[in-house]
């Protein structure tokens, strides 16, 4: 069977080089006689694959040593309820900025265990644009401001990290981690779901700065304790242990790609492709604002809900799949992770344009 | 590389025929022409999946649908806190059956959300039994009554599934489910980390009774919320997708076995074989109490701390590997789950037969 373009916001497409080795080593990896699942995560095999996958997480972000790694289960979601029981227990208020459900989705779980307050919003605009941000409009005594770096459903992307002072800044970097350069020195924690850019469905990676731990709420859950994972190198109990050794093949590949700072221009050359055919097109519209636009998920519409469905339905007959917009929102969305090649990209667009010659 | 016989205790060893499978699918899944690594959880293709692996765990253990079928991250240990989260809502009190460091942890952990108290515990003893229980000794208040059905350091099982009245007995079967027939409407909920018997580290599966669901406390994270991830199909955020696929082949190759009925019987035979020879053996002594043995973790020593590592190191070189005992016990410890063929425990009793003879 010939690989599709997968165009899904995650899980997604993921490099054919880490399935391929993947696939190899399945029934025995190195001279192991067994498969990496089947290792034990204290044995020394296990354990370099498991230094080797944060050595590079650490490498390809710059993430220095006063910050630590963890791999910690429940996904994006987890740790919206971790956030708070980490961090929420100086003042009890933390500002975040509502860019979309997922942002939502961390205020409300927030407010919980404290005081989540929306500081600016675009939810009314059908979440179409990153709200302009300025300092004084942070509370000075939050114990963190939280925002989504990139907005997966509505293919919007912050231009520029709001300077928050001296309150520490929590982001969310699910759907653009690893695609464009950040500096880590700027927040104080960052996390972000597996499946995008870092590999399989099954862990969030989190990178929080060492003096920010120990807070936590005495109702925190072991595995939700950041200051217990650092301690115990992430593996308090089992890790998942494949997700992990499959985000290190799918890093290795990026390593190869020039690291962040090598697909960032890739990434932004892609986008670019997509949004040039858009800006002039006279059948499909792009949905965010010009400022506020992701390069990782591109959103557009015909305004025609039946003609968006055709679209959809011709396109995967062409391998181009998974292009259906989320649930709440309609229309298309492209999905270009890092993984997704050019190749891809263009076969999207020149199908677009043929089937806007069509109707 | 020829394959070895692996006894780790989890991650372990899995059946051939499920990994040669996944290998195969590793770039494309049937005609989907993507890994199922790379599927969008809410795809056809991948609700099929997933809907597919939970029916084979409700025919494996006869599960009615008065019981919800949870898909949870955060492993076993995440439960630890999500049992207590979820039921400990009523008196505010539970009892706990102390047969080991997991459930002891788990004891801790509940202590953090109400009154958590020891009914029995053989810790005194280094946990190398069972400790008798009666009705009598459970408080008919609590909300629940906890134990661990199979205890992976200690090589200890439960020969018989204590009487608690009407108070909901919970258990934590993570490493001898789906290896014996249970009769699931003894409990009030079952969880088990997936690493043993069910599949790749990943997730915890949870099996609950549904007129126990709702009664969560405030503070509980959406993760661990199990009314909410009942309603949600453990869908609420992006499940661990492929631990769940490699879980459902699996359980397609235990279907196979005929069932749990079908390889209860080899797992009786597999640990009668190596029972049978340490009984006799005067270089070896079995660690647990003969009537709290277990069929799946089978806990060994000399007496001799260097030729228990000799052992070890002599074993390894025959393809016969980690059979190192954990790091709080010493000794020797082979675990023999489902996916441990009976050629495999026959290798091993050869082979400690010729080393005592040697020694």
């Not at 001296?166 to 020195?185: G, H, K």
């Not at 200051?227 to 593996?235: I, P, R, T």
Request: hydrophobic share 40%; net charge negative.
């Amino acid at each position: 069977m010939e690989r599709v373009y997968n165009f899904a916001a995650g899980p997604s497409t993921m490099p054919v080089e880490a399935l391929e080795t993947a696939a190899r080593e399945m029934l025995s990896f190195g001279e192991s006689g067994m498969s990496v699942m089947e290792m034990s995560h204290r044995s020394k095999a296990y354990q370099e694959i498991f230094s080797e996958t944060e050595a590079l997480v650490r490498d390809l972000m710059h993430i220095p040593e006063s910050y630590a790694v963890l791999f910690l289960q429940g996904g994006a979601t987890g740790q919206f309820a971790a956030v708070a029981m980490n961090l929420l227990t100086g003042s009890g208020k933390a500002d975040y900025v509502d860019t979309g459900v997922f942002a939502h989705n961390a205020l409300v779980e927030a407010g919980k265990y404290g005081t989540a307050r929306t500081v600016a919003s675009s939810r009314e605009e059908g979440y179409r644009r990153i709200p302009a941000l300025s300092r004084e409009m942070f509370d000075p005594e939050a114990d963190y401001c939280y925002i989504t770096t990139n907005n997966t459903i509505y293919g919007t992307r912050y231009s520029q990290i709001p300077d928050t002072g001296a309150v520490p800044l929590v982001a969310d970097m699910s759907s653009n981690i690893l695609s464009q350069p950040y500096d880590v020195e700027k927040f104080g924690a960052i996390f972000a779901g597996a499946q995008k850019n870092i590999g399989p469905a099954g862990f969030a990676l989190v990178v929080v700065r060492r003096d920010l731990l120990g807070r936590q709420m005495a109702c925190t859950p072991q595995i939700l304790n950041w200051k217990l994972m650092d301690e115990k190198g992430s593996m308090l109990n089992t890790p998942p242990t494949y997700a992990i050794y499959m985000a290190g093949l799918c890093m290795k590949w990026l390593k190869k790609q020039g690291g962040v700072e090598g697909i960032y221009p890739v990434n932004c050359e892609k986008a670019q492709i997509l949004y040039d055919y858009l800006d002039q097109s006279k059948l499909f519209k792009a949905v965010a604002d010009k400022d506020s636009r992701s390069i990782m998920n591109v959103t557009f519409r015909t305004g025609n809900e039946d003609l968006d469905a055709e679209f959809v339905k011709a396109a995967t007959k062409q391998g181009l799949v998974s292009l259906k917009g989320h649930r709440s929102t309609g229309g298309m969305r492209a999905s270009i992770y890092n993984a997704m090649p050019i190749e891809g990209v263009r076969a999207l667009r020149d199908f677009m344009n043929k089937f806007e010659m069509e109707h």
